[in-house]
């Protein structure tokens, strides 16, 4: 009896030589609705589906390979005397090659003006049946889903069908496959239900890239992106120019990011060392933005991480060329400053939109056995809903650079303070057992600029030391959440010294 191949598929890039290689391997190619029509079109022969059926598509499409005859033929054991005697009795010939790519839903849904009856209508049912039968029967069928895969399918039938562990893993790459497909259907329900914390959840990832290694180089690593994600990040981003990314590389690239995302209305540029900001700055240009930033610690931002939120012009690049960097990161590069720094064969430059919508978006954390899903930190504050405690107003300067410094001491892993003067930051004290350790780093790392400069604190004070010690670097006004038993004993400590103190009522662990 002579071999039988299915084809159908959405994707039909290289869908012709592929098929024309089948044939010369003698096969018979059964297909349907397009996948058909562009093989007649190109003179390769092929029967419809509704000739192996009997049976005529219906329901403009929805019903054509959900039947007894394709599935008989998928999943008959070929060793398997009952099943070959079931086969012969009903006049069902097997099927030996599935080729099958599904509906575009992924597609469908980054649409921006998709509608609920286009997303459904692009949930493929019976594509993924089809694999699903011929990757259980992998001893007996191949199956192929991506297009990437026919040459060394075609290799396979030259060495007499290939070999069972060959089939096993086109049958894996299957139901990897179909586990991503229907997970994103599933989580396209769950936002447009508006499910809360549901009793299961389905988290799929591509993978971008295999990486040399993790934190550490006896770790193994990989980097994948999810699959719709809208605007700026780092799993989308476009390489223009450097050696490839490492772990820790996308990890303190993807905290710059985050930094930057929280300034629009001004140029900002942003430093980050180890998952922290050693300088963030903003100003009129984005040069002057990037100046403020290096001014801020220049010890620290060696072989550092720099996001902007404006395009890389040639003054900003030539401030850029001259400091060892690892990566670069912007909304786009001017060709003068593309010029300029690629002349560095190591600096990696990326281009991605300084700009997302992550409001319907979760944190995800790995656990010993488990994951910790929450909302991320969206939170953000304007002037009017600050509430003033002390007996002092803060100026509108101060008032805006404690804003500034609260966008920052969000993103400093806890306990966190941060100390901001002239639109940049000039102290950073980050991830400390106890706040006034975290202040006393900021304290020793801006000096004599603390005097007349602003602090932020991500969490309330406990007690009144923290602020003892503001008042002796010259600290001027404070933004701390509020909320300690204890408020009354730093408000007080504030106005004996003429400090001014605001209080946001939210807080910003970063663990």
């Known amino acids: 009896m002579k071999k039988r191949a299915l084809l159908s598929v959405s994707d039909k890039t290289n869908l012709i030589p592929f098929a024309e290689g089948l044939v010369n391997h003698g096969y018979e190619l059964i297909s349907t609705g397009g996948t058909l029509k562009a093989l007649t079109d190109a003179g390769v022969a092929a029967l419809p589906v509704s000739d192996v059926t009997q049976f005529e598509e219906i329901l403009d499409g929805r019903v054509k390979t959900l039947h007894p005859f394709i599935h008989a033929g998928l999943l008959a054991r070929r060793n398997d005397a009952s099943h070959q005697a079931q086969l012969n009795e009903r006049n069902i010939a097997p099927i030996d ?268 954390v790995s656990v010993l056995g488990g994951l910790l899903v929450q909302g991320r930190d969206l939170g953000q504050i304007e002037a009017d809903q600050l509430t003033v405690a002390t007996d002092r107003q803060p100026t509108e300067q101060e008032l805006n650079e404690l804003l500034f410094a609260w966008k920052v001491v969000k993103h400093v892993k806890s306990n966190a303070i941060v100390v901001v003067k002239d639109n940049q930051t000039i102290g950073v004290g980050a991830g400390q057992m106890n706040r006034v350790g975290a202040a006393q780093i900021a304290f020793d790392q801006a000096g004599d600029k603390a005097v007349g400069a602003v602090l932020a604190s991500d969490a309330f004070f406990p007690m009144p030391d923290t602020i003892e010690n503001a008042a002796k670097a010259g600290i001027k006004a404070v933004i701390q959440p509020g909320g300690s038993k204890r408020d009354q004993d730093s408000i007080d400590a504030c106005n004996k010294h003429g400090i001014a103190m605001v209080l946001t009522g939210m807080r910003h662990f970063k663990h």
């Open 97 to 364: 090659i599935v080729v099958v790519n599904l509906y575009p839903f992924k597609d469908t849904i980054a649409k921006p003006d998709v509608t609920e009856e286009d997303a459904i209508e692009n949930i493929d049912i019976g594509g993924p049946t089809m694999l699903r039968s011929a990757a259980k029967n992998f001893r007996d069928v191949t199956v192929v889903v991506n297009p990437a895969d026919y040459d060394s399918v075609l290799v396979a039938l030259s060495q007499a069908d290939g070999s069972v562990a060959f089939r096993k893993r086109l049958a894996a790459k299957v139901f990897r496959h179909t586990a991503n497909y229907d997970a994103l259907i599933a989580n396209y329900f769950i936002e447009l239900t508006e499910e809360k914390d549901p009793e299961t959840l389905t988290i799929t990832y591509e993978k971008v890239q295999s990486l040399r290694y993790g934190e550490n180089p006896h770790q193994e690593a990989a980097f994948y992106q999810e699959a719709n994600i809208k605007g700026g990040s780092i799993a989308h981003a476009k390489q223009l120019h450097g050696k490839e990314l490492s772990y820790n590389n996308i990890q303190d690239a993807n905290a710059a990011l985050e930094i930057v995302l929280e300034f629009s209305e001004v140029p900002a540029a942003v430093a980050v060392k180890h998952m922290n900001p050693c300088g963030v700055g903003i100003g009129e240009s984005i040069e002057d933005a990037f100046a403020k930033a290096y001014q801020a610690d220049p010890v620290s931002i060696f072989g550092g991480i720099i996001a902007l939120n404006r395009e890389v012009n040639e003054a900003t690049a030539k401030q850029l060329k001259d400091i060892f960097l690892e990566i670069i990161i912007a909304p786009s590069f001017s060709q003068a400053a593309l010029d300029m720094l690629t002349v560095k064969p190591n600096l990696r430059l990326l281009e991605t939109p300084i700009k997302t919508d992550l409001h319907d978006s979760n944190k995800v």
